[in-house]
């Protein structure tokens, strides 16, 4: 299994419309190939003063091939509804992570 972590920053004003496009964006990840759930998280200490709300979604993969499917065919696709819809309103930066050690 994969881990594929999106963290977000989100203008505060536009929380509310993101989240909700963010749901409908999570449930079109998890149709693609490959994709077995996702879970979105949001960042208990922010910074209140900054001005932006933060998010971390973390999608579980089948493996890396059916990451390397998706940042493939599908990548640039799903990232530009985002960016079209808050533009500089939504900062996203990502990380691939897979098991290490497992401890009982």
Known sequence: ???????????SGEAAAY???LAEHVRQM????GFIGAEVFEVADPSPAS???????????????????????HAARMRADGVVRFGDRLRAHRRILRSADAIP
């Not at 998890?30 to 190939?33: F, I, M, V």
């Not at 993969?61 to 065919?73: K, P, S």
């Open 51 to 73: 001005g932006w709300i933060a998010l971390c979604v973390q999608y579980r993969l089948r493996d890396r091939a059916a990451l390397d499917g998706y940042l493939r065919d």
């Open 1 to 11: 299994m994969v881990i594929y972590e999106v963290d977000i920053e989100i203008a």
């Open 30 to 33: 998890l149709a693609l190939p």
């Open 19 to 21: 989240r909700k496009w």
